[in-house]
């Protein structure tokens, strides 16, 4: 098991050094989404919606943690940080052209087909924020980690916060 390297960053896993804040901005297009089959009118404000890297939020963000959380991910063991944004890839991947449907249907004036499409968008993207979850609470081939990245991390850490 690898070492608590982040335990003293606030608002970061201690041993991935990632931060489920990030996740709210993809849970506030999923709260979106969930709204158009009733409200089609959203689909405004979810076609307006765009990704955020992981440094962008927080950047954006205004909280006054965000410069720890942001060197934590610099920082942070490549076995989770290349998991974690491999799916935020895949997240962003698909939301684009799913949202680009859920808006033709919408358009289109299409009620039967604007909460089966709706439904399955959500069904995926909740599988994805699922699974960043897991990866950001350390469920991501620890084992792979090996024991010289420690010390490296450590350092990359410590000279980023100083």
């Known amino acids: 098991m690898p070492v608590a390297r982040f ?12 931060a489920t804040d990030y996740l709210n901005h993809y849970n506030e ?13 959203c689909i405004e404000d979810v076609s307006a919606w765009t990704p955020k890297s992981y440094v ?3 950047r ?3 909280l006054g943690i965000a410069d720890g959380v942001i060197a934590a991910y610099e920082s942070a063991p490549r076995t989770y940080r290349a998991a974690f944004d491999a799916t935020v890839r895949e997240l962003d991947e698909f939301l684009y052209p ?18 089966l499409i709706v439904e399955q968008t959500l069904d995926m993207a909740r599988g994805f ?7 950001i609470h350390g469920h991501a081939a620890a084992e792979e980690i090996d024991a010289t990245d420690d010390t490296e991390m450590a350092q990359a ?5 100083f």
């Open 157 to 161: 850490l410590a000279d980023a916060l």
């Open 129 to 135: 924020l699922g699974k960043l979850n897991g990866i």
């Open 56 to 58: 962008e939020h927080f």
């Open 7 to 18: 335990k003293d960053v606030e608002g970061v896993h201690p041993q991935t050094g990632l």
């Open 29 to 41: 297009i999923v709260m979106l989404l969930d709204l158009v089959p009733a409200m089609p009118e």
């Open 60 to 62: 954006d963000s205004g």
């Open 98 to 115: 799913a949202i680009a449907e859920i808006a033709e249907a919408v358009e289109a004036g299409d009620q039967e087909q604007i909460p």
